[in-house]
């Protein structure tokens, strides 16, 4: 189709639109499939999208399966979903094809539409016909997959007919950015009358690709590949099949968690919250990654006077003011929206979407907001390492608290073994000696390991002693390994930092050895794994002032939070709900609002919010703009 098809007719009951597609070639065909790329109820609740090709029936076009009747649903389905048509119903040349509408069957305003981006008929023709072909060469059939990433390797056998492109293909488990309701199938989608949404497109030879699987989720069964090998004529050869592809992952877990409690008609205008929801189930203390997978958010006709906004857990990740039609996620990547790990929590996440026009609305599209997590499960698990050597109490490393709070890491800090610069402690006696070490230690509980390797060449460690002090503070009893060449952890209890700042840590270590009268140790480690314990902020912030200067609405506050990651504002006009219309960084007390109307009361509050959660609401303060 030269024109995407868009049938909005107010106030009709029906409606019907014609155009024509060639087919030059039905020699040998065996098959054939109605493509529909983009198809949509324009308006929600619209029934009968449908087609007839020539003198054929009428066939529903491609619906998602949702829980009610599928039209009450905003969706867009991206061609993955074809309709087998009978080839008697075909010819060659020129076919006409008709495409219906019929009333709103569900939250109408009597005035049906539907779009449809693009339309084609794909025709199966015999084996015998001229084609290109191939395999793939690598991987092989029950091939175990232990990392990130997989080569594919394809053979193209020799053709009267050049090779335009080849598209790889992946049957696995992932969210369905087509638009429709299957989570497991092979993975693509249409745009632009190209795959997209595979594993990856090749156009030149060698014909090898690296597949990257770190933000693939685990799989509930075997995965399967396949290749498409498309001529310079259009005709594609599609290889065999590679089956049973075990994706058997080695110290990482990345766990798809869909969305349910989707609701019908998810739309939001004039002041409207909507939410659905998705459960996490693992354990967030070990995540690395956070996505916020959508099929498609429409956001239009603000007109550069409304806002709208969406978020996760009461905090928002994006919102629009623009003077136009927005739509931010249309479709991958756009609908692939890295969120930072402070926003999500263990158990039930609630996404939200506000809007306050008063023309157009804000759309949710089918299947609704899911989650993608992946997780760090490594024995480096709880730290990004850093290799230190000793410091003094008052020129040791500094590292910024809102890096951790921000990141994966469960230890704040973690020094590994090197082994070219070992922390040796050189004694003769069993006294031992001290190594300082210094961090900056963000506020919360947590439990303390240190660790040891006795190496000293020929001669035998016997006996190893080890004890941690902090801001020399003994912490914990002492602890005795014994052994050769022995390496352990040690956990010396559960300790409560109520302070940021510099900490001193002192690792008091000895060794003997009857054999030798230099024994030493290399310390290996000592770390700081952080305790999940939920703790909201302890303490609201007050004392808020608003005035408005120079056009702009200035908001004041004081800070008697000690543990927030910062702070969200709240607005509300009179008979309105309270909204969030911007956040600010931890230790920030001021924000300024553009977006208002003059002559209208406004109430704000604020609140602090940390990873666990929020703290009380501040004082209320009114203004009335402009006056």
């Known amino acids: 189709m030269k024109h995407s098809i868009y049938m909005y007719p107010r106030y009709a009951k029906a409606d019907s639109i014609v155009y024509s597609i060639f087919i030059d070639d039905l020699e040998m065909a065996v098959k054939a499939e109605a493509i529909a790329v983009g198809v949509q109820p324009g308006h929600i609740g619209t029934g009968d999208i449908s087609f007839r090709i020539n003198t054929g029936i009428k066939r529903l076009l491609p619906q998602p399966k949702t829980p009610g009747i599928p039209n009450c649903y905003f969706y867009k389905i991206l061609g993955r979903d074809c309709i087998e048509i009978p080839l008697p119903e075909l010819k060659t040349g020129e076919n006409i094809i008709t495409f219906f509408l019929g009333e709103q069957l569900c939250h109408g305003f009597n005035w049906p539409g539907m779009r449809l981006d693009d339309f084609g008929i794909r025709v199966y023709y015999d ?193 629009f ?42 759309e949710v599209y089918w299947p609704g907001p899911a989650l993608l997590v992946s997780y760090d499960l490594s024995d480096s698990k709880l730290s990004k390492c850093y290799d230190r050597k000793t410091y003094d109490p008052v020129n040791g490393p500094m590292y910024d608290v809102e890096y951790f709070n921000y990141s994966a890491s469960d230890t704040v800090f973690y020094l590994t073994y090197n082994t070219t610069e070992r922390y040796q402690l050189l004694k003769s006696n069993e006294i031992g000696d001290y190594i300082d070490y210094t961090v900056y230690v963000p506020k919360g509980n947590y439990n303390i390991s240190i660790g040891y390797i006795s190496a000293n060449g020929d001669s035998m460690m016997s006996r190893g002693q080890c004890r941690l002090f902090i801001d020399g503070a003994p912490q914990g009893e002492e602890w005795d390994q014994f052994g050769e060449y022995a390496y352990k952890l040690v956990y010396l209890g559960r300790k409560t930092f109520k302070d940021t700042g510099n900490k001193t840590f002192r690792m008091q270590v000895s060794g003997k050895n009857p054999l030798s009268k230099l024994p030493y140790l290399s310390v290996c480690h000592i770390g700081l794994e952080k305790l999940h314990s939920p703790q909201d902020p302890l303490i609201p912030p007050g004392d808020l002032v608003t005035q408005y ?4 609405i200035e908001l004041k506050w004081s800070d008697y939070s000690d543990n927030e990651n910062g702070f969200a504002i709240e607005s509300k006009i009179p008979g309105g709900e309270f909204l969030q219309i911007g956040a600010v960084e931890r230790n920030i007390k001021y924000f300024y609002y553009e977006f208002f109307s003059s002559g209208i009361q406004y109430t704000f509050r604020i609140k602090a919010f940390n990873e666990y959660g929020f703290s009380d609401y501040s004082n209320l303060s009114i203004l009335v703009p402009g006056n």
């Open 549 to 552: 200067v120079d056009g702009i």
């Open 321 to 362: 003011k623009e003077l136009r039609n927005h739509h931010p996620e249309d479709v991958y990547p756009g609908s692939f929206l890295p969120i930072p790990l402070g926003v999500i929590k263990n158990g039930m996440n609630e996404f939200y979407i506000y809007d306050n026009t008063e023309g157009h609305m804000a």
């Open 127 to 319: 084996s015998l016909k001229t084609h290109a072909s191939g395999i793939i060469k690598t991987p092989v059939n029950n091939t175990t997959i232990y990392n990130d990433s997989l080569l594919i390797e394809i053979s193209v056998y020799s053709s009267t007919v050049p090779v335009k492109s080849i598209d790889l293909l992946g049957y696995y488990y992932y969210y369905p950015l087509d638009g429709t309701s299957e989570y497991t199938k092979w993975q693509y989608f249409i745009r632009n009358q190209q795959w997209d949404g595979n594993i990856g497109k090749l156009t030149i030879s060698p014909y090898t690709y690296n597949w990257d699987l770190r933000l693939i989720p685990d799989q509930k069964m075997p995965m399967k590949l396949m290749v498409k090998i498309t001529d310079i004529d259009g005709i594609s050869y599609m290889t065999p099949v590679v089956e049973n592809l075990i994706l058997a992952r080695k110290d990482r877990m990345v766990r798809l968690y869909e969305p349910y409690d989707v609701p019908e008609n998810f739309k939001v205008r004039i002041g409207e919250i909507k939410k659905s929801r998705c459960e996490i189930t693992e354990d967030i203390g070990h995540a690395d990654t956070v996505i916020l997978m959508n099929s498609k958010i429409y956001i239009g006709h603000l007109e550069n006077k409304y806002i709208c906004q969406f978020g996760l857990n009461n905090i928002m990740l994006m919102d």
